[in-house]
C-alpha cells in the first residue's frame, strides 16, 4: 500500500478510536458518578439528615408510641426521652448499612429500660397488671417496624451492581488509556495526535452533559415514588444528586487528554524556544 494509502487508513482508524475513546471516557464519568453518589453510604447518609425524613419518622413513633402509653394510663414523657433524633438516625442507618454490608444484628432498641424508667420517674408498677411490659413490647414492636430503610428496593437494585460498576470503571480507564496511546501511534503530526484527543474530550463532554440534562428533566425520576411517601424528598436528593455528578465527572474525565494536549503544546514551545 502506497504512502497516501496507509495514512488515509491511519486516519479512518484514528476516527474509530476517537469514538471508541469517547465511549469509554463517558462510561468512567459515570462509573465514577456512581462510585460518589448512589453507591456510597455517606452519600445517603448525607440526604437523610437534610431531608426531613428523620424528623418524620421521629413524630409518628412518639405519636403511636404515646396512644399505647395512653391506653395504659400514664405518661408518655419518658417515651420522648427515649425516643430521641439519635436514636432514629442510628435505627434507620442501621437498617441502611445491613444493604451496604449485610449486617443483620439489630442493636438500636431505644427501650430496653423503659420499665425502670417508669418505675423510677412516673409510679411503680402495680403487681397485678402487666402495663409497662405491655406498653414496652409494643413499642419495640412499632420501633422495629417504623425503622425500615427508605425505598430499600431501589437501593438494593442499585447496591447489586456494584460489582459490575467497579470493573467497569477499571476496564473503561484502562481502554481510554489506551485509545489515548493508539491515537498516538497512528498520528502521523503532533497537531493531528492533539486534534484527535481534543475530539475525544468534546465527545464525552458533550455526552455527558446530555445525559445529565435527559436524567433531570426526561428520567422522570421525581414520579417514581410517591409525592405523599415520607421518602419522596430523600429519594429526590438522593437520586437527583446522580445528575450533576455525572457531568461533573464528565468535565473531570475529559480534562485527562485536554491537559495532555497543553501539556504537548508546553513541550513544543520550549523546543522552539531552545
Not at 409494643?138 to 447489586?160: G, I
Request: charged share 10%; with cysteine.
Amino acid at each position: 500500500m502506497s504512502r497516501p494509502g496507509k495514512q488515509a487508513a491511519a486516519a479512518r482508524l484514528a476516527v474509530a478510536v476517537q469514538l471508541v475513546g469517547s465511549v469509554c471516557a463517558l462510561l468512567l464519568a459515570v462509573c465514577l458518578a456512581l462510585s460518589f453518589t448512589l453507591l456510597r453510604e455517606g452519600h445517603f447518609a448525607a440526604c437523610l439528615k437534610k431531608s426531613g425524613y428523620l424528623d418524620t419518622v421521629r413524630a409518628a413513633v412518639l405519636d403511636t408510641c404515646s396512644q399505647y402509653a395512653a391506653a395504659i394510663g400514664t405518661t408518655a414523657d419518658p417515651l420522648a426521652n427515649a425516643i430521641t433524633p439519635d436514636a432514629v438516625y442510628a435505627g434507620v442507618m442501621h437498617r441502611a448499612d445491613s444493604l451496604w454490608h449485610g449486617s443483620t444484628n439489630d442493636e438500636t432498641d431505644p427501650f430496653g429500660s423503659l420499665i425502670t424508667t417508669y418505675q423510677n420517674t412516673v409510679a411503680p408498677e402495680p403487681p397485678t397488671y402487666d402495663g409497662y411490659r405491655i406498653l414496652q413490647y409494643n413499642c419495640q414492636m412499632e420501633w422495629q417496624s417504623a425503622m425500615a430503610t427508605p425505598f430499600s428496593a431501589a437501593l438494593s437494585m442499585v447496591l447489586q451492581y456494584r460489582g459490575i460498576v467497579a470493573i467497569a470503571m477499571y476496564l473503561s480507564g484502562l481502554l481510554l488509556m489506551g485509545c489515548i496511546a493508539l491515537q498516538y501511534l497512528l498520528a502521523d503530526r503532533w497537531r493531528m495526535f492533539c486534534s484527535g484527543l481534543l475530539r475525544m474530550a468534546d465527545g464525552c463532554l458533550g455526552a455527558g452533559v446530555i445525559l445529565a440534562l435527559w436524567l433531570t428533566f426526561g428520567s422522570g425520576y421525581r414520579s417514581w415514588t410517591a409525592a405523599g411517601d415520607i421518602g419522596y424528598t430523600l429519594f429526590c436528593q438522593w437520586f437527583g444528586a446522580f445528575a450533576p455528578a455525572v457531568a461533573g465527572c464528565a468535565a473531570a474525565v475529559s480534562a485527562v487528554p485536554v491537559l495532555l494536549v497543553l501539556w504537548v503544546c508546553a513541550q513544543f514551545r520550549r523546543a522552539k524556544s531552545a
